[in-house]
T-cell receptor, first 112, second 113 residues
Framework: DAKTTQPPSMDCAEGRAANLPCNHS???????VYWYRQIHSQGPQYIIH???NNETNEMASLIITEDRKSSTLILPHATLRDTAVYYC?????????????FGAGTRLFVKA | GAGVSQSPRYKVTKRGQDVALRCDPI?????LYWYRQALGQGPEFLTN????????KSGLPNDRFSAERPEGSISTLTIQRTEQRDSAMYRC???????????FGPGTRLTVT
């Protein structure tokens, strides 16, 4: 079972920031928060991950609360091409090869 | 460089037949994952490998499903005596050891008639 809870859908205006929340209240100390997205019928695409510090890359920012029980993925200037299903995942990181559980995700609609 | 490849891209088979789905990971990627995805749902973990060792097969639905990766590179997911409920997109992903990012292949669309 997924260890995360996400809203099923969200809307965002083009050019505005999209803030996607995720609850993971049972996260363990050695579990990371990962975000992937899936556009239409393509395979999921990695976006970002973090342990406890906020992270930023060219795609997005990840804000993790101090108690690590929730996080927010921020797309700073959403475009129509960001319309996709966004998955928040918690799993052990490091040596690789660990079971990965995707939930239902959040379907983000970016509107012109 | 080449990404993860899967073959066939589409497979239509009759109920009761066996099918073998192939995944060719990115060169040098040690970890390999198999997922199944029904329409409108997120990927469902099936099994994974580190090198040739199968680490976790708890996601395989029943004993008709099996997977192998004998030389630590190409992997095959086999479904025996297929049933209509096996129809889905089957996706493979690979990653480097110590890396966090999984790279997904295009998937194999399996239809059991």
């Amino acid at each position: 079972d997924a260890k995360t809870t996400q809203p099923p859908s969200m809307d965002c205006a083009e050019g505005r920031a999209a803030n996607l929340p995720c609850n993971h209240s049972t996260i363990s100390g050695n579990e990371y928060v990962y975000w992937y997205r899936q556009i239409h019928s393509q395979g999921p695409q990695y976006i970002i991950h973090g342990l406890k510090n906020n992270e930023t890359n060219e795609m997005a920012s990840l804000i993790i609360t101090e108690d690590r029980k929730s996080s927010t993925l921020i797309l700073p200037h959403a475009t129509l091409r960001d319309t996709a299903v966004y998955y928040c995942i918690v799993r052990v990181g490091g040596t690789g090869g660990f079971k990965t559980i995707f939930g239902a995700g959040t379907r983000l609609f970016v509107k012109a | 460089g080449a990404g993860v490849s899967q073959s066939p891209r589409y497979k239509v088979t009759k109920r009761g037949q066996d099918v073998a789905l192939r995944c060719d990971p990115i060169s040098g990627h040690v970890s390999l994952y198999w997922y199944r995805q029904a329409l409108g749902q997120g990927p469902e973990f099936l099994t994974n490998f580190n090198y040739e060792a199968q680490q976790d097969k708890s996601g395989l639905p029943n004993d008709r499903f099996s997977a192998e990766r004998p030389e630590g590179s190409i992997s095959t997911l086999t479904i025996q005596r297929t049933e209509q409920r096996d129809s889905a997109m089957y996706r493979c992903a690979s990653s480097l050891v110590g890396d966090y990012e999984q790279y997904f292949g295009p998937g194999t669309r399996l239809t059991v008639t």
